[in-house]
Each structure stands twice: as structure tokens, then as C-alpha cells.
């Protein structure tokens, strides 16, 4: 079988949970004997595939990323045309005799529906996440809306992170959920390392990843009494915002900004962290959940999330219920024995989250279409 | 029963431990099945022995905490229980006042008093002293056997466990190893064929009629076979719609035309037949899960800390000779709290989380836990206040 795979991100360069997918996903396919072309655009620091069945092929340069808005400054005006551009790129370099073309999210769908069309080729759509999750449901573009509902519809079949994706899918899009798989998301285990005093939020600092709400419920922890730091790992468009708000509610000398880390920094706090917290408005599914309860941190995650649903071992609160997230991260700190068995737990069930399983159902997907 | 939502941000401010406990979402509950189990499973076991002349026989374990939601919210059904025991053909089981796990206390001097408050209440409610125990969740070992033996019982009720009986049949009347107590043995395959099994479709025993039942029952060898099941089973595990109290009233009938087949209560069946072997347990059994053991109720780090806090508060609490604080601790040794903080695997874990109305076994210890702090703190307040 051979599958060419359109991506946008794909370590050692990446900003979200899109490329730690197709990274474990692409190598989890080659093991399985797939013939796999992964085309992506042009980075500074190349990637490199490390497996026979894997090829890593760069198309070009891009200067538009899955998680920009129109509405950026540097792209301002040029946006649409750069996604336009780049699609027809990817239309023309993609040759060869393929059995399925796979593409994910948004950025290359253009793409892939040309190339389905040219190359009379089945199409797989993976939705890790939608315009709605973006903006956080507040004013979602028409325009993103537009290229995913037809993507969507044009696509043979979708695979969709969670039930709770599937659900926007079906609901928002108007696609027959018969289409539809679901396959979660899966992670390569960090193994846990000396926790210190530290209560973690990681994520792109967006409304979509609800980091406000952790600075609130850092406020109730701390009046608690509770000596703890709280890291705000990360960057994005609410950082001035954010550090604003800590300055406000008076906590600042507790709540940190590292910015952007680099991946081994953000396996290195994953490991140190006492609790990890992903308080997302919505999120399809949520990686990093995963990453953080496979270095043996007890998470909180928040209930509009896909990673809700698939992981026992967590707890649960809604996004805005502040008193609540703080009564959880408060628990975890205080009484020693749920920390204990959470991490413990956790980490057993993490343990079934594998890429290759992520690669069998794909698989299975590709056999339905072929 | 349910506890009230209570965050670390409540703890040190309750007014009243009273507040710890959801009391409108119990009553709620407790009305439901009052009015789809309780009342009218009473009624047709009552009609069921005047039609056969008191040949038909059944035995009730019913807790403190039941009688004291049946007094408070439906006084009726203690008249429907007391108009069966009136019958003769009842016997009354002892067991603890509340549904405690008292009884793997270190010291046992708790279980023993919760003991006697249910045996006052048997004696106030239908003047009668229970020869048979039965302890919470079916619980057994050595240690309480003979616990209950020394405080004068005749005869006690465990599960029918294999790892117990090994080749042995659970329907003979057995002995106690260490001790002269008769021991009936819960026959759990037959038993769950009603209390889980009654309306399993992709079950081969389904649809159960009781003549099918009968016929099981008069093939399988041995003196006695013992029933024991939840009472809920009737019309709330089991709806009135899957046909189960037919099936209970057209039991007694099919059971009395075998010639070889009748009816005893739990005290009849200690006087009818002399033990034929002993058991021996050195390790508490229990009813629950496919384990046969406390470790639903104690089986990850959690629970034990939990009952550790539990059970540390006793010595202090019993020196203070505070109603209010020793009636609020007993209810917060309901074993439920306990169980909904059990993590066991898959199979069980889904038959807990049915029962539960946590998100998590975490969210249940996160609750309990605080409600304990909280409890500790006002136990302590108290001790100063005095001083």
C-alpha cells in the first residue's frame, strides 16, 4: 500500500498536537510495511524520517501555519492568497501511484480535493480540529468554515480525534456520522522524573486553551494557602493579557511565563510538574493530557475535551468552574494518597495508548476507501 | 447513601455535620424504590404466605439507617414489615445499625455496639431478638464469627465462596472453625440468576420462569440452598416490567409441588440441620465482585486512608459523649463512600461507576476525604470547646 500523507508540521518542528500526531502516526505506518510519502512544507531545521517506509518530502516555503488567524499582523492581507498558494504547490509536486491520499485539518484540504479529483485517488481527512475549537465558539470565520465543510463533504471518510470532534463534525458540518471514524490520539511515554512544587499549564497561550482560567483558579489556590509556582508553558496572543491579569489578581511572584520551550524542555517540565492542568474551552483531544500523565503527573483536564473521554485516570472539571479546578489542584497537593494513585494509574493506562494502534485503525480506515 | 458536593474551600466552616449528607437526593431515592420495591414486594410476600398457609417463608436484614428513612419519610412500611413478622413465617437477621465496615476495625468494640443498636431496634420496632447475623456485604472471617458467637448468635450468613468451600457444596449448614456458630452459605450462582441475571437477554437461563427455577433448584443436591439478594432486586434492579414479581408469585407454588422441596427461615434452617463440616477463613470474604473479598471497599491506598481517618477518630469520638458527632461518624462509615472510591478493574469497575454518581473513584475520594477533614476539625473544636 502506498499513501501519500499531506501534513504541515512534523517535529523536530511543530506548534501543536498536529505534528506530534503525524509523527507517531507516519512511523507507526511504516512499521506496518505502508509505503508512506509525508509531504510538508519547507522548514528551517529539516526533517528527517528514520524509518525504510518513510519518506519525508518537502514541498516549498509556506508562510502560513495551521494555528494563524487572518486577522495576524505580518500576514495581514496576503493570508488567503498564501493558503491558495501553497495548495496549488502541493497539487503539483504530488506525483506518483498512490492508493489513498490522507490529509489533516484545514490548511491543505484545498489540496487534497484537487489531488483526489487528479490523481483519482481516495480521500482520508483527519480533523484534529475545527474552526469552532479555534476561536474558542466565539465568532468563528466563514471563511475556514467553508474550506472545512468541503473538505469534509468531498472527503470518502474522516477520521475524527474524539466522539466530541465527531459531534462538531456531524452537528456543525452536516456530515452523516456514518463517515465518520474515531480514532484517539496516542503518545510515546515520557517516563516521570523528581516532581517539584510546580502546577502546569501548557498549551498555545489562546482563548481556545482557556489559560485565564488558570490563573483564576491559581488565585484560589494560593489564598488557600498552598505553596506552589504555577507555569504558564507557552506563547500566543493573550501573553500580554495574561501577565496583566496575574499583575491584577496579585500572584505574580507565584505564576511564571517560559514562553515558547523547546521539546526537550517540554518533556523535562512534563516530568517535574506536581499537577498538569488543561483547562481547553474546547479541545478535540488534547495531547498533552497524555504527554503529562505519561511522565507520571496527575492532570486535570477540562470536560469539553476529547481527551475526557478516552482517559479513566484523570479528573474532570468544567473549564469554568474555577472553585472546582482549585478544589482538585488543592486535593492532589494536599492529600498524598490520590496524587500516589492517580500517577500510578495513570500511567498503567497510558500505557495502551500506542501509535501502532493509532496506525491500526487507520489502516482500516485506508482498507474501507481503497 | 449520598454525600452533599464538599470542596477543601467548605472544610473548617460546616455548621452541622448534618450538612454532610445530600438529604433530598436520599429521601428522593429512598421514595423511588419504596414505592417500586418495598411496598408492593411486601405486600405480595405477605399475600404469598397467607395463600399457602404460612408454608411460604422469608428473611429480612434490615438496617438502622433503613428504618430510620422508613419512620422518618414512609411510616407505612415499617407496619408492612411489622404485619409480616406478625406472620410467623419471618425471620428478622441481625446486623449492624449501620452499614459499617465496623467490623474490620482493629478493635471491635465499634462493630459490637452497632450490633446492639440493632438489636434494640429489632427488639423495639417488632419485638424480636435475631438469632442469625449477617454483616454488611456478607463480610465473614474467623475474627467475627467468632465475635458474633461470643454475643450469643446461634448461626451467621457469608457467600457461598469457592475459595472457601473448595470442592464442597455451599447447601449444607456448616460450622465455624474456631467456634459453635452454624454458617449459611449464600448459593450466589443460583441467587444472581434472580438478583442479575433475571432480564440478561443474551443470557441461556433468560426468559426465567419459575418453573424453570424450581426445576433448577429440585435438581441440585444437598439439605439447603440459600437465597440471599438484595430487596431491591424487586422492581428496581429487576423492573416490574421484566415480569419479576410474577415470577416471585408463582415461585412458592412451583417450589411446594416438588415433594422433596419447602420453605425455612434462616432460623429454622440452623435448628433443622446439624453442621456437616467446618469452614475456615482467616481472611475476610465477602459477597462483592468476582473477588470474594473486602477489596472493594479496601482494596486501593485511597480507601485506606480513608478508613484509617474513619477509624482513628473512634477513641476520641467515644470519650466526648457527643450524640450529634458519634451519629454523624456512624454515617459516614456507610460502606458506599468507601465503594465509590474503588478503582478495580474493568469488569467490576463498570458495575461501581452504575452505582456511583461520581465522575471518577478520584472524585469520590476528593469528597469523602474533605468531608473527613472537615468532620476531624470539628471533632477537635469540640474537644477545646469543652476543655
Known amino acids: 500500500m502506498k499513501v501519500a500523507m499531506i501534513g504541515w508540521e512534523y517535529p523536530p518542528f511543530k506548534a501543536g498536537g498536529l505534528g506530534t500526531h503525524c509523527y507517531g502516526l507516519t512511523r507507526g505506518l511504516a512499521d506496518k510495511k505502508v509505503h508512506l510519502d509525508f509531504y510538508m512544507p519547507k522548514t528551517k531545521k529539516s526533517a528527517s524520517a528514520d524509518k525504510p517506509f518513510l519518506h519525508i518530502k518537502e514541498v516549498g516555503e509556506a508562510t502560513v501555519f495551521p494555528y494563524d488567524r487572518p486577522t495576524d499582523k505580518e500576514l495581514e492581507g496576503d493570508f488567503f492568497n498564501s493558503v491558495y498558494r501553497y495548495n496549488d504547490l502541493v497539487v503539483s509536486k504530488v506525483k506518483g501511484n498512490y492508493d489513498v491520499i490522507h490529509c489533516h485539518d484545514w490548511l491543505t484540504m484545498k489540496a487534497g480535493i484537487q489531488l483526489k479529483e487528479k490523481l483519482n485517488v481516495p480521500l482520508v481527512l483527519s480533523i484534529h480540529s475545527t474552526e469552532y475549537d479555534r476561536s474558542g465558539w466565539l465568532s468563528p470565520n466563514q471563511w475556514f468554515i467553508d474550506i472545512e465543510k468541503e473538505g469534509m463533504e468531498k472527503a470518502d471518510r474522516l477520521i475524527a480525534v474524539s466522539n466530541f470532534t465527531k459531534r462538531v463534525v456531524v452537528e456543525q458540518y452536516g456530515i452523516d456520522p456514518n463517515k465518520i471514524d474515531v480514532v484517539h490520539n496516542a503518545v510515546y511515554p515520557l517516563g516521570s522524573g523528581k516532581k517539584q512544587d510546580i502546577v502546569l499549564f501548557l498549551g498555545r497561550l489562546t482563548i481556545q486553551k482557556g489559560p485565564e482560567f488558570f490563573l483564576d483558579a491559581a488565585k484560589k489556590v494560593l489564598d488557600y494557602g498552598l505553596k506552589t509556582k504555577f507555569v504558564l508553558a507557552g506563547s500566543g496572543d493573550m501573553l500580554p493579557r495574561l501577565i496583566n491579569k496575574a499583575v491584577d489578581l496579585g500572584i505574580s511572584k507565584d505564576v511564571i511565563f517560559t514562553g515558547r520551550l523547546t521539546e526537550e524542555e517540554v518533556k523535562h517540565i512534563y516530568r517535574i510538574a506536581n499537577v498538569y492542568v488543561m483547562p481547553s474551552v474546547s479541545e478535540p483531544f488534547g495531547i498533552t493530557a497524555l504527554e503529562a500523565i505519561s511522565a507520571g503527573t496527575p492532570t486535570i483536564v477540562s470536560k469539553t475535551a476529547g481527551a475526557a473521554e478516552a482517559i479513566t485516570n484523570c479528573l474532570q472539571v468544567d473549564f469554568w468552574d474555577v472553585d472546582e479546578m482549585a478544589n482538585k489542584i488543592i486535593s492532589l497537593l494536599n492529600y498524598n494518597v490520590l496524587h500516589k494513585t492517580i500517577s500510578k494509574e495513570g500511567k498503567r493506562e497510558i500505557d495502551l495508548f500506542t501509535w501502532d494502534r493509532v496506525a491500526d485503525r487507520t489502516l482500516d480506515v485506508y482498507r474501507e476507501v481503497m | ?29 429512598f421514595d423511588k424504590v419504596a414505592r417500586k420495591c418495598y411496598l408492593p414486594t411486601n405486600k405480595l410476600l405477605l399475600d404469598l404466605i397467607d395463600q399457602y398457609d404460612g408454608q411460604f417463608k422469608v428473611s429480612f436484614s434490615l438496617t438502622g439507617t433503613f428504618v430510620e428513612y422508613c419512620k422518618k419519610h414512609m411510616p407505612e412500611v415499617i407496619d408492612s414489615f411489622q404485619n409480616l413478622v406478625d406472620t410467623g413465617s419471618v425471620s428478622l437477621i441481625e446486623e449492624t445499625y449501620f452499614h459499617s465496615l465496623a467490623s474490620l476495625y482493629d478493635d471491635l468494640d465499634e462493630f459490637k455496639d452497632q450490633v446492639m443498636m440493632h438489636n434494640h431496634l429489632m427488639k423495639d420496632l417488632f419485638n424480636y431478638s435475631p438469632k442469625v447475623f449477617r454483616n454488611t456485604e456478607a463480610i465473614y472471617d474467623n475474627r467475627i464469627a467468632q465475635t458474633v458467637a461470643d454475643m450469643g448468635y446461634k448461626g451467621i450468613i457469608t457467600e457461598g465462596a469457592k475459595k472457601i468451600l473448595d470442592w464442597r457444596s455451599s447447601n449444607y449448614v456448616y460450622k465455624s472453625v474456631n467456634t459453635d456458630l ?91 440441620f446439624e453442621p456437616k463440616d467446618t469452614i475456615d477463613v482467616p481472611w475476610a470474604i465477602s459477597w462483592a465482585d468476582e473477588d470474594r473479598d473486602v477489596s472493594t471497599w479496601l482494596g486501593n491506598e485511597m480507601q485506606h486512608a480513608c478508613f484509617k481517618e474513619l477509624q482513628d477518630l473512634g477513641p476520641v469520638l467515644k470519650k466526648k459523649k457527643n450524640p450529634q458527632l458519634v451519629d454523624a461518624w456512624r454515617k459516614l462509615q456507610t460502606s458506599d463512600h468507601l465503594y465509590y472510591i474503588s478503582t478495580k478493574g474493568f469488569e467490576d469497575g463498570n458495575v461501581h461507576q452504575y452505582f456511583s454518581h461520581y465522575d471518577n473513584p478520584y472524585d469520590g475520594f476528593i469528597n469523602y476525604m474533605n468531608i473527613l477533614q472537615d468532620f476531624k476539625q470539628s471533632v477537635s473544636d469540640e474537644i477545646m470547646l469543652k476543655n
Open chain 2, 1 to 29: 447513601m449520598r454525600l452533599n458536593r464538599f470542596s477543601v474551600f467548605n472544610i473548617g466552616k460546616t455548621k452541622s455535620p448534618y450538612h454532610y449528607f445530600d438529604n433530598t437526593l436520599n429521601h428522593k431515592i
Open chain 2, 182 to 272: 452454624s454458617v449459611l452459605l449464600r448459593h450466589y450462582s443460583l441467587s444472581d440468576d434472580i438478583g442479575f441475571r433475571f432480564s440478561a437477554q443474551g443470557w441461556p437461563g433468560f426468559p426465567l420462569t419459575a418453573e424453570k427455577y424450581a426445576q433448577w433448584i429440585a435438581q441440585d443436591q444437598g439439605d439447603i440452598i440459600n437465597l440471599f439478594m438484595d430487596y431491591e432486586t424487586f422492581g428496581e434492579h429487576q423492573w416490574v416490567e421484566t415480569g419479576i414479581f410474577d415470577f416471585l408469585r408463582h415461585l412458592p407454588e412451583k417450589i411446594l409441588s416438588y415433594d422433596h422441596l419447602d420453605f425455612v427461615t434462616v432460623n429454622q434452617a440452623i435448628d433443622r
